[in-house]
């Protein structure tokens, strides 16, 4: 029944610390006054609102459209009434703004029309659509839309379909207590996502650290077509790529997706959601959240997607000593700028941190090529290079030995003797390397716009030139038809002024060429508009002469001499 | 820039590879401190104060902070690998300066920690067994631990009795063997005195033991990897064997070369100097294989009497070459490696 299990190189094994959040039960967070939901919250562009301040929604009711078909559906957590679409900051490590949802709760959590649909009748493409519409992305921290996952690659067909349990990153714990919760509803979700791209089995990968996870998928899963794979605990196991690598052997590399290969991958949360926008008709408009770290009471929350996440921080209790809030886990989370940013789709953890729980790191000394990070690094990468690469803005180098190939799962800063942050490096050399990409598009573009211009205008300077050399052509041919008669009669010896004798004809022929020429001239003069004083009004004309003929007295009056002063 | 992930780091140093490298040093040198008395010890601690004083002076006309650095133990790794390679009864004022050769020329002006292109340690016995071959050749004998008569020979350059010095075995068996006349055998000049001991040199074949205990033991902690040591002393090996399998009189065997001389403290100590060696897994191989062919070339045909320090140094020469020309696939990019190529 087992599958055979692969292995991927590198991967670290730091303490997980599972077990302070999941001693209770999914607790549900209570719902804000105010919620904020961001418009977007997968990748591929903005969802246009589909309502106005002040209008009334009710819960799950669709408040973002879809742009195209890149991105997903955005819904209202709860019913009330819009306050305001605005730009506010999001959770993202350089706190950026968007445009958000501000939605005022009325409390009564009256629904939609929720409409469950019997997926086995439907059709693979409906169903996208359906998960479109119900904002389904990945649970596991991307929010990568999933219909776009769904849909068959190159490969023609997605054999193997895999569903992540694995939770590789400490602390986290919201799909370890989903998969011992809600096992069932994963199950359903799995079969749902089966169904659409047909494959022809499901693997369910669960770190072996989560024996009652596992437990609990194996007891829900139907005898047959999905089967639940303990996978060796350590991190990054729960990394799609090496996730698909363990347990069948496939490597994705940098750029492609799974469907290429015949495999995809998708997290229990989002099959989960899937089941429940399938078969519940709820869209996606609240997720768990592990509420963990330096806490009172660490534990799990179901959370309205939009509820702010000072709020949520209050069930737990900080401790006095925290003195930052990661989003996320230690390994591959960011630090929240504030707290009063709301939860989204892709907020898997809050991790309350201390300097006693993370402590800041010891002063960076230089690289001793130990290559600590190449056996640490699972994308089988030389980390070390890359920072050389990388300090150095060798970016072409960079880009020759993989560095997009990198996730950024942080074993190699973890492993690190010299407490090098590596990541930082690679992200700065990729940020730079994207921003000369985009410099260089840009720029191709307006040569392209110039060259295009010069070869318009030479084009067009070529035409006129050959309209005038065909004008200059007929001339030429009218002047040698006069000449012709004439040009039989001198000999063929005959130098240019020997043959003055054929003047008269081709004078005669001149002649008539400049009197057509004068001719025209003389047409344009007439043309021509006539001079402010040619016309003007009568009385103006009288006027002038009257002046003209004061100057004519004045001038009389100057030539008679001047008598003589008394 | 403490906001950014990882957040979490291993309990890992610096300071703390070099402590273990320096730890597993340390059975070795009491095997050594057994068999040839204490005067490697005052070599040991001469060489380090003259590493941490030149690395301090470094540090501070480089205005780098002088205290991280000096505690990042480094510099004692290179001292120590010096006393090791240097006789234990040479003067004072040699294993002073080369050190302080090794620190201030072979590391500091390339750059420091992490920069040095050659092995300091090497560097530092190339520049005095070329500039005091005669010095650099008188190795104590067997038994002769007499801590006062070698404070004498290190501090006051009295020279050394020829009852308390000899050559090497690796130094006999190569001046006896290019004397065609003395019709000298293998087998007949290791067995010709009993210092020469069982298998490579009485006293040396035991110290060579230590360094190996220490140096698995630093393959268990994964200070090292497998592919250095593996590589030089089954090149070395393979070599030896071949050559003595055809010519069993004019060439020494395996167990000889890889026990005698540097080979087992090159193995495990100084051929994996990171900083100065291959990174990738292939381009150790090579590395560790270069020297091992340099060595086993020099030791037989060469002037000097072991080839670690010109064969360590000439490899260190090749090393940007060979990672680049090793590097292996990354993940997913496996069966088309030229695909990465531009």
Not at chain 1, 280 to 304: A, D, F, H, K, M
Not at chain 1, 403 to 419: K, L, M, Q, R, T
Not at chain 2, 14 to 22: E, G, H, Q, S, Y
Not at chain 2, 273 to 281: E, K, L
Request: hydrophobic letters at 45%.
């Amino acid at each position: 029944m087992l599958a055979t299990l692969f292995k991927f190189k590198g991967g670290v094994k730091p303490a997980s610390h599972k077990d302070e959040s999941t001693q209770t039960p999914i607790a549900r967070a209570p719902l804000p006054p105010l919620l904020v939901v961001p418009l977007r919250q997968s990748a591929g562009g903005t969802p246009q609102p589909l309502v106005k301040p002040g209008q009334k929604v009710l819960k799950g009711e669709r408040i973002g459209a879809p742009e195209e078909n890149f991105s997903s559906a955005i819904h209202a957590p709860t019913s009330g009434t819009v306050r305001a679409i605005e730009p506010r900051m999001l959770p993202h490590p350089s706190g950026l703004s968007a445009p958000c949802v501000v939605l005022e709760a009325d409390g009564e959590e009256r629904w939609i029309e929720r409409v469950p649909v019997n997926y086995a009748a439907a059709s693979p493409d409906a169903l996208r659509d359906l998960l479109r519409d119900s904002g389904i992305v990945g649970l596991g921290g991307a929010a990568f839309p999933s219909h776009i996952k769904l849909k068959p690659g190159a490969a023609g067909r997605i054999e193997t379909l895999i569903i992540n349990g694995a939770e590789c990153e400490p602390w986290i714990s919201c799909d370890d207590m989903l998969m011992r919760e809600r096992a069932e509803g994963i199950v359903r979700g799995a079969a749902i996502l089966r169904h659409i791209v047909s494959a022809d089995r499901v693997l369910v990968g669960i770190e072996d650290n989560k024996p009652q996870a596992i437990a609990a998928l194996r007891a829900a899963a139907p005898a047959a077509g999905i089967e639940v794979v303990p996978v060796p605990t350590r991190y990054p196991a729960g990394g799609e790529k090496q996730l698909i690598r363990v347990l069948t052997g496939i490597e994705i590399p940098y750029g492609r997706l799974g469907t290429e290969f015949g495999v995809q991958c998708f997290n229990v949360g989002t099959a989960y959601s899937a089941h429940r926008a399938i078969e519940l008709g709820e869209p996606l408009i609240s997720r768990i959240v592990t509420l963990t770290g330096n806490v009172e009471r660490p534990g799990n929350v179901e959370v309205p997607i939009g509820t702010p996440i000072d709020g949520l921080l209050k069930l737990v209790s900080p401790k006095a000593d925290t003195d930052r809030f990661i989003m996320g886990g230690p390994m591959m989370g960011f630090t929240l700028p504030r707290t009063d940013l709301p939860v989204t789709k892709a907020a898997n953890c809050i991790l309350a941190a201390s300097p006693a729980l993370f402590p800041p790191q010891a002063p960076e000394m230089p690289c001793i090529r130990c290559g600590a990070c190449t056996r640490a690094c699972p994308a089988e990468l030389q980390p070390h290079e890359h920072y050389w690469f990388s300090r150095a803005k060798n970016f072409g180098k960079a880009q020759e030995y993989g560095i997009f190939d990198c996730i950024e799962c942080g074993c190699c800063a973890y492993v690190c003797p010299s407490n090098i942050r590596l990541v930082d490096y690679y992200r700065f050399a990729k940020t730079s390397m994207r921003a000369l990409e985009r410099e260089k598009t840009a720029s191709d573009a307006a040569r392209q716009r110039f060259e295009f211009r010069n070869q318009r205008e030479e084009r067009e300077k070529a035409e006129k030139a050959a309209r005038l050399a065909a004008k200059t052509a007929a001339a030429r041919q009218a002047i040698a038809g006069a000449e012709k008669p004439a040009a039989a009669v001198p000999a063929p010896a005959q130098t240019a002024e020997e043959s003055a004798p054929a003047l008269p004809q081709l004078d005669e022929a001149k002649k008539a060429l400049i009197a057509a020429a004068i001719a025209r001239a003389q047409a344009q003069k007439e043309g021509v508009q006539p001079k402010n004083i040619d016309n003007l009004a009568p009385e103006k004309q009288a006027e002038i002469r009257e002046i003209e003929a004061r100057r004519a007295k004045v001038r009389e009056i100057a030539k008679t001499p001047p008598e003589e002063p008394v | 820039m403490n906001g950014t992930s990882p957040h979490l780091h291993l309990p890992i140093s610096v300071r703390l590879i070099m402590l273990k490298v320096l730890a597993a040093l340390v059975p070795g040198i009491a095997v050594y401190v057994w068999f040839f008395g204490a005067a490697i010890l005052v070599q040991i601690a001469l060489a380090s104060a003259a590493a941490l004083a030149g690395e301090a002076a470094m540090l501070k006309l480089r205005g780098k902070p002088v205290g991280l650095f000096l505690a990042d133990g480094s510099a004692l790794v290179t001292a120590w690998l010096i006393a090791l390679t240097f006789p234990p009864i040479a003067p004072w004022w040699l294993t002073v300066s080369a050190t302080l050769f090794a620190i201030v020329v072979a590391k500091h002006l390339y750059g420091g920690l992490g920069q040095n292109p050659f092995n300091p340690a090497m560097v530092a016995f190339a520049v005095a067994i070329i500039a005091f071959p005669a010095l650099m050749s008188q190795w104590p004998a067997v038994g002769f631990t007499d801590f006062a008569a070698q404070l004498g020979m290190i501090f006051k350059s009295q020279s050394p009795q020829d009852a308390v010095t000899m050559a090497t075995p690796l130094d006999a068996l190569r001046t006896q063997l290019h004397v065609p006349e003395a019709r000298a055998t293998v087998a007949g000049i290791l067995g010709s005195h009993a210092s020469f001991g069982n298998i490579g040199g009485k006293g040396w074949e035991w110290i060579a033991l230590g360094y190996l205990a220490g140096g698995l033991w630093l393959l268990q902690q994964r200070i090292i990897t497998w592919h250095v040591p593996a590589a030089f002393l089954a090149t070395l090996a393979l070599i030896a064997t071949g050559f003595s399998l055809a010519s069993p009189d004019r060439y020494a065997g395996p167990v000889f070369h890889v026990v005698t001389g540097g080979a087992m403290l090159g193995a495990f100590f100084i051929l994996t100097d990171p900083v100065s060696g291959a990174t990738t897994p292939r381009g150790k191989l090579i590395f560790a294989a270069g020297v091992a062919l340099l060595v086993w070339i020099i030791r037989t045909f060469g002037a000097y009497p072991d080839g670690l320090a010109f064969g360590v140094l000439l490899m260190n020469l090749c090393v940007p070459l060979i990672d680049m020309g090793t590097q292996p696939p990354v993940f997913g990019h496996k069966d088309s490696k030229k695909e990465r190529k531009p």
